[in-house]
Every structure is written in structure tokens, then in C-alpha cells.
């Protein structure tokens, strides 16, 4: 039960956080200081999402093969390599450099 | 682009983030069942909540305090989307309640692929980029829960190596300003910064203060995808 009610809990929070901009600005649009705001919002989550996602609490999740890989996977696309192909690379890479 | 020219694309585009979702489930699904979940919680939990995050969050908090904590941190984790909904409204049309409903298709991979510049997406890519991810995540836990493959094993595979990488691709490919990489630089710093100090959820909040950056200008007249 207590699995469930936290199941749940989390999924319904969830919605309401993707929903309540949408429900309180209804069609009005935001004003252009913020929209100027907005326009930077994509790449400003995605850095972030990078940092936490490599980096983890405390920093304590740093994995060097790991980095590496995800640095393998940002040359490939920049050599026009297809994204899929990239991070296969990149996975390669890091799986490489783990059985040596 | 037609409507539906435009969703195609999505699921087009949403293939690769839907590889990396599909590993995530898996990870996920593994690390549930070995958790004692079983099989139909996660698997619900994967098609319900539709976050990595807070999936994981919920995971590793659960079993070491209270509910009201566990759920608080899942939550927070996840508060981006309150930005990320305000965000992408204005491109939405409809009644409060049908773009409601239609910011229910956010994930961190579709909200980049859907973002046409200067603040503007295109929501039907933004579906078909969804759909397809949406469908990887319960699946992945599924089979993540039924076969439980071994973590250690996946680490030696790359697979950790996945989701980032796709995150460092759609980021490599929102750097069309000098503003956005100023301003994608920031979040990376602040999100590392306070990492040292708070918990993920906070710092990845927090974050989103480098985009304040575009106070200092007009909206950029960038070229439209």
C-alpha cells in the first residue's frame, strides 16, 4: 500500500507540475522579457541535466569511462556521424576503455 | 511541414532518445524488481509518471525514510516541468484544459526536439517525439523487471554512457547563439556548483537561472528549423 500510495502520489504530482503552466497562463502569452527567458530555457536544462546526470549527488558519481564515453559520442555527431551511430560510439568507447 | 508531416518527424526524431528511455526502463525495471517491487508496480509506475528522475528518486528514498520525504524529493526532482510547461504554452493551442493536456506529452528529450528557436516548439513534433519515447519506458521496465539483467554487466556494455550522450547531442544542436551556449554554460555551472552542496532536484531547478541571461536582450531572431 505504502508503494502504491507513493506511486501514486509521485505520478499525479507529476501532471500537475507539467500541467500548471498551461492552466493558470490559458492563452495569455507571456511578456517578451520572458519569452526572451524562455527561448534560452532548452539549452540551460539540458547542460544541467548533463552535469547532474554525470556528476551525481555530491559529485560523488563521476565515472571516468562514462565521461569519456559521452565525450566520444559529442566528436562522432561533430564528424556528422548520425546521432544513434554517436552514441553507439560513445558507448563503445566507454565499454572499451572499461576491459582494459 | 504538415501536422502530420511534423508528428512523423517527432517519431522519427524521438527513435534515438527512445533507445536511450528503453535502457533507462530496463535499468530501472532491474533495479525495482531487485528492490522487491515486483513486476507491475514499476511497470505501472514507468507508463503513469513518465520521468526517469522521479522513478529513481522514489527508488532510492523510499526505503530509507518516510513517504511524505520520498515523494517531497520525487517531486521536486521534477519541478522543471513547471518551467518547461510555462515554456512551451505559448506554443500550445486551446483551452486551459486541452493545454493541459497536451503539456501531459513533456520529456526533457522532446521538449529539446520539439524547440524551434527563440522560445517557440512545435507541438506535434513534440507528440510524435513523445509517443515513441513514451512507449520505450514501460516496455524497457517490463522486461528490466521479468529478466533483471545484471547492472555490473550493462556498465561494461556502455550503456550508462547512453542517456548522457544523447543529452550532450540535442544541447550540441540547441547552440545556434553566442547567448545559448553563454547561457547553457551557466546552468552547467550552477547545477554543478550545487550539487556539492544539495540534492539533484535542487540543483537542476535552480539551473534553469541561466537562462536569465536573456533578460539582457530581445527575443533572438533565430532560424526556424
Redesign the interface.
Known sequence: MRLWGSIIAVSLANWLLKAGGPLVLGDRRLPPAARSVVALMAPVLLAGLIVVDLAGPGWGDLNGPQVLGVAVAGVAWALRAPMLVAVLVGAAAAAGVRLL | MSTRSELIEGARLG??PG??TFALGLSFGAAAAAAG?GIA?PT??SA????GS??FS?LTT?HAGS?VV??AS??LI?????????????S?RG???W??????A?S?AS??LA?R???RFDVPRLMGASAVIYLSRPVGTLIGALRQPDPAMM??????????????????D??RSR???V??????A???GL??VT??GY??LA??A??????R????R?EVR
Not at chain 2, 99 to 104: D, F
Not at chain 2, 217 to 220: D, N, Q, T, V, W
Open positions: 527513435v534515438g533507445a536511450a517491487w508496480a505501472f509506475f503513469f509518471a513518465f520521468s522521479a522513478q522514489l523510499l513517504v520520498a515523494v520525487a517531486t521534477n519541478a522543471r516541468y513547471l518551467v518547461m510547461g510555462v515554456a512551451l504554452n505559448d500550445l483551452s486551459r484544459g493545454r493541459a493536456v497536451q503539456a501531459q513533456l526533457d521538449f529539446m524547440h528557436g527563440g522560445g556498465d561494461r556494455l556502455g550503456v550508462d554512457v547512453v542517456f548522457p550522450a544523447f543529452f550532450l547531442l540535442l544541447v550540441l540547441e547552440m547567448q545559448a551556449v547561457a547553457a554554460l551557466r546552468g552547467a550552477i547545477a554543478g550539487l556539492l540534492e539533484p540543483a537542476l539551473a534553469t541561466g537562462a536569465l541571461i536573456g533578460l536582450s530581445e527575443p533572438e533565430e
